[in-house]
Each structure stands twice: as C-alpha cells, then as structure tokens.
Antibody
Framework: QVQLQESGPGLVKPSGTLSLTCAVS?????????WSWVRQPPGKGLEWIAE???????TYNPSLKSRVTISMDKSKNQLSLQLSSVTAADTAVYYC??????????????WGQGTLVTVSS | DIQMTQSPSTLSASVGDRVTITCRAS??????LAWYQQKPGKAPKLLIY???SLGSGVPSRFSGSGSGTEFTLTISSLQPDDFATYYC?????FGQGTKVEIK
C-alpha cells in the first residue's frame, strides 16, 4: 500500500519561500507514475500545482509556474515543493499525490493527509 | 486552458435518493475525466477514472458516464457515508466542487 506523508513548516512569512517534502513509502518514486502537489485554500476547492516524473520531466500550473519548483530525491524516495514570494493567498492545505497514468492524462490515486501552511507575519 | 464547470454547487438529498452531479468541459476531453470524493479534513479519494471506470474499492452505487464535454457522476442510492464534496478533474484542472448535504 503506497503511503505519502507531507512535512514542512506550518507558518511562512510573506515574501518568503514555502518548502515542503513528501516522503513516499510502500512504493518507488521511480515507478511509472507522475507525482504531484495539489493545494486547497481553507473552505475552497482544489488547485493542482505541479508534477514530476522520475526522469526529471516536470509540468507546472501556468498560474504558478514563475514561483514553483518541484523536485525529487530518488535516494530518499521523496519529492519536494518550493513556492517563492508567498502571500496570504498561498495559505492552504498542501497535498502530495501519486498520478496514475490513464491514457492521455493522470488521475490521483494516492494522496498524503495534507499539511496546512499559513502565510503570515 | 480547459475549464471544468460543475453543477449544482450544492445539493440537498436524503438517504436512499438517486443523486446526479454534472461536469462540463470547455472543450472536448474525450473520456479523460475523473471524479473524487472529499470529506472534511481529509484528502480526496479517487472514485471514477476514464469517465466510467470505478476506482479501487469504490462501492458499485457510484457510476460515471459521458464523453466529450459533458459528464455525470451518479450515486444510485445515497448512503450516510456519501455526504461529502465531489470534484471532477481533467489533468491539471478541477471543477469547483459539489457539496452533497443532508436534506
């Protein structure tokens, strides 16, 4: 059973950089899957942020692309997210998720439990 | 960019009701649509993928249909555990969600 666990600071100052890690267990991050970050502001809907494949290929949400970096460490079986120049609008629960490749798209079949990141001084 | 529009935003129903949620894409996405269920404080759960394929361990009262630009998620007989928010998804775009409430 694949399990994902997000970790990182729960509070980030405005204009700072949000950094999160997702540890994957029960499966390899080098498997035939994409690995994504998805966020959800309090009381609102889901927003996909970025994805990465074990070859190093990445795809980003155009609305966040200039501020986001997704990466992976195969030796630690984990992925990471960095979001720079954060504002209060970046306050959200951040999820990592495994992307199941289904034909021409990916669907998220395993999710972490999510971690709340608050942007505030 | 493809936009996904769900309707209704909120739905009030009773246990045993048949419930249908609609998701419309701004352009054809073939059958590449998924549905998720999310309960408060929990991560989303994959219910349906490729428009009509049931996710692992998902009860058979859930079904999906549609292709092109219009899709539906149907719950044949609403159970107490089904009161939640449902999202459709096509690649990097989610619908805005439909909250299923107790009537």
């Amino acid at each position: 059973q694949v399990q994902l666990q997000e970790s990182g600071p729960g509070l980030v100052k405005p204009s700072g950089t949000l950094s999160l890690t997702c540890a994957v267990s029960g499966g390899s991050i080098s498997s035939n899957n994409w690995w994504s970050w998805v966020r959800q502001p309090p009381g609102k809907g889901l927003e996909w942020i970025a994805e990465i494949y074990h070859t190093g290929s990445t795809t980003y949400n155009p609305s966040l692309k200039s501020r986001v970096t997704i990466s992976m460490d195969k030796s630690k079986n984990q992925l990471s997210l960095q979001l720079s120049s954060v504002t209060a609008a970046d306050t959200a629960v951040y999820y990592c998720a495994r992307g199941l490749i289904v034909g021409g798209t990916t669907n998220f079949d395993y999710w972490g439990q999510g971690t709340l990141v608050t942007v505030s001084s | 960019d493809i936009q996904m529009t769900q309707s209704p935003s909120t739905l009030s129903a009773s246990v045993g009701d048949r419930v249908t949620i609609t998701c419309r894409a701004s352009q054809s996405i073939s059958s590449w649509l998924a549905w998720y269920q999310q309960k408060p404080g929990k991560a989303p759960k994959l219910l349906i993928y490729k428009a009509s394929s049931l996710g692992s361990g998902v009860p058979s009262r859930f079904s999906g249909s549609g292709s092109g630009t219009e899709f539906t998620l149907t719950i044949s007989s609403l159970q107490p555990d089904d009161f939640a928010t449902y999202y459709c998804q096509q690649f990097g775009t989610f619908g805005q969600g439909t909250k299923v409430e107790i009537k």
